[in-house]
């Protein structure tokens, strides 16, 4: 877990996936890269309950969600060795739980299919990646498993205190990522009050992190590309013609 600085504001982050990830799913399954797309018309309907209309307000700016976006692809763009790229859309996740203003992660249904990274911060702050660099950070500590190092399974080889935020960012069956962004008062962090937080939650699906398999496939880049996508594929991203549309 990253420590937390007193200088001028506090950054905290959470596990990347509760418990009931956890579990060892077959390692032989294909994973394929990606870069995210976000679309307006997305509906959440991937095998768990809708999002209460109550909580369908908007948490998060379009500049917002866009930087994010483009981090999370900068991300996945750059593992070594580069995933098999594709494009998909966006499923809208997040809200529901930021509002919540709940320091763990849940709602325990919904963690069955995603997979969630949190992050809670106090003080002002320039920037909406101030509370996801953090997240990428930690490949620093973080070895991939090459094929020959799963035998069958994986090893996770992670020489700091967390990673898993970041095998998450770049875990390539996650290929659709939500966020929501809310300012909490009063909100419990580890048996502490904060009288006024920004907390953000990102949701992914399908969830990653499973025990046993590794976040991406050795692969030659956009070689999952489908021949009907009118985007353009190179060796770092696959882009789509246009912009990433907002909800």
């Not at 763009?77 to 998909?88: I, Q, S």
Request: with cysteine.
């Amino acid at each position: 877990m990253k420590s937390i600085n007193f200088f001028t504001d506090l950054l905290l982050l959470f596990i990347a996936s509760d418990a009931s990830a956890w579990i060892i799913r077959n390692a032989t399954e294909t994973l394929t890269g990606t870069n995210i797309t976000i679309n307006k018309s997305e509906t959440v309907n991937d095998g768990f309950a809708s999002i209460p209309k109550s909580r369908r307000k908007r948490y998060i700016s379009q500049g917002d969600m866009i930087a994010i976006l483009d981090y999370h692809n900068k991300v996945r763009a750059n593992v070594f060795p580069p995933a098999a790229n594709m494009e998909y859309d966006l499923a809208r996740s997040a809200e529901a739980w930021a509002a919540t203003c709940i320091w763990e992660h849940g709602p325990p249904y919904l963690l069955r299919y995603l997979g969630q990274n949190l992050s809670v911060r106090t003080g002002n702050y320039r920037s909406i990646l101030q509370l996801v660099k953090a997240w990428y950070d930690e490949v620093r500590d973080y070895v991939f498993p090459y094929p020959r190092d799963c035998n069958p399974r994986c090893p996770m080889r992670c020489y700091g205190p967390m990673c898993t935020h970041y095998t998450q960012m770049v875990w390539a069956s996650s290929n659709r990522v939500g966020c929501a962004i809310q300012t909490c008062y009063n909100m419990v962090v580890w048996g502490v009050v904060w009288r006024e937080a920004t907390y953000l939650v990102c949701n992914y699906s399908p969830k990653g992190n499973w025990i046993g398999d590794a976040p991406y496939r050795v692969g030659v880049p956009c070689s999952a590309c489908p021949p009907s996508y009118g985007g353009s594929c190179n060796q770092a991203s696959f882009t789509s013609k246009n912009r990433p549309k907002l909800f």
